[in-house]
Nanobody, 131 residues
Framework: QVQLVESGPDQVQSSQTLSLTCTVS??????????WSWIRQPPGKALEWMGG???????YDSPTLKGRVSFSRDTSKNQFTVHLSSVTPEDTATYFC???????????????????????WGRGFKVEVSS
């Protein structure tokens, strides 16, 4: 059974870079055809896909984040990380790491995402950005 656990700082200041790590168990993140993404949900708003990294190390990022997001991984720890630069209070959200087999997204643009669009989810990690 695949398990994903998010970790990182729960508070950051504006203009800093937020880095969150997802630790995966039950399957190697290098598994072919697996796509590992980050999704966030600001308070009272819809799920937003941020991008992610594939088993073969290709990265994908959301154009709506305008170049602020990047991804990395540590295969020795079976972890992947999102880095979001120049954060503002609008980046306050619950952040989820997720797994999808096959295509990285169920549809494009990735509107109206649902939990069953992805094969596994982390529990979510709340981050507050202060001004």
């Amino acid at each position: 059974q695949v398990q994903l656990v998010e970790s990182g700082p729960d508070q950051v200041q504006s203009s800093q870079t937020l880095s969150l790590t997802c630790t995966v168990s039950g399957v190697a993140i290098t598994t072919d055809d697996y796509k590992w993404s980050w999704i966030r949900q600001p308070p009272g708003k819809a799920l937003e896909w941020m991008g992610g990294i594939a088993g073969h190390d290709t990265t994908y990022d959301s154009p709506t984040l305008k170049g602020r997001v990047s991804f990395s991984r540590d295969t020795s720890k079976n972890q992947f990380t999102v880095h979001l630069s120049s954060v503002t209070p609008e980046d306050t959200a619950t952040y989820f790491c997720v797994l999808r087999q096959g295509s990285v997204l169920p549809r494009f643009p990735p509107n109206n995402l649902r939990r069953n669009d992805f094969n596994a989810w982390g529990r979510g990690f709340k981050v507050e950005v202060s001004s």
